[in-house]
């Protein structure tokens, strides 16, 4: 059985969220850094087989070594400052993501794995790899469920404040998509934090946090309204999932159809 952390999981590292956003894409997006190709596929080579597609493995690899140096450049997940943490605990969330999305077995502990990817790098004086071992480690479910819809928020804000703040020329682009996967994933989070859930946990004060930072992002755009094609939408006019569910049912019945269609588009709208 894989060790978890027994105390509430920490979503402190949504404090610096959107640094982090922009690191992982870049990781994503960027050439492979020079002395990780042979390291990426030996990982392929040795650990492949943990993984639903063993190209998986090397892409991942690839990936997560360029986000490791672009936080390490700024002295963060070595932990040289307890305040520094977040970088670390960032890695491990992005880890988990990335490996339990891709993992064959469900009862491969990711820590198992990750070590099996930390080992290609270490004493390499290219890369100093150093990452305490108690920030790495297997996720509760429903905290790494729960922070998945928070970065899938943050991503499409993200790009909404990116259109909104840089708006140059006179072409008008459009905020509707985004707009509407945020309400997706915004609807999501309402219901856990609605009802008989508690909504003083962690969660839904970083969703309070989210939905302070949308608002204010709403009244630049309402100040800009005539350069764009279409509206952002406001996060009180999403639908309200009580409602639906009356509607459709009457019951709590309704609401399990509108989770799935809510899950899959969760799913589809986060990539890391």
Known sequence: MCSKRPNEESYEFFENIEDYIKKAKSAEDTSTLPNSESKCNDFMRASGSYFTDRETAEIICKQFIKLYVSLDNVNCVQNRDPTLKKCSEFLNYWINF??????????????????????????????????????????????LYKMNILYSLYQNYSKLKNIIENKSGSEKPSLLPHSTACCADYIEAKYICNGDNNDENIFCEKLKNFQTKYDALYQNFDGKRSQFSDNLLKLEECPNPKIITTAVTGSIIGLIPLLGVLYKVSKLNIKL
Do not use: A, W
């Not at 993992?103 to 491969?108: A, P, R, T, V, Y």
């Open 98 to 143: 990335k490996f339990r999305e891709s993992m064959k077995n469900e009862d491969d502990c990711v820590p198992d794995v990750y070590d099996h990817l930390e080992v290609q790098f270490t004493g390499d004086d290219d890369f100093k790899m150093s990452i305490s071992n108690i920030y790495i480690y297997d996720m509760n479910n429903d905290d």
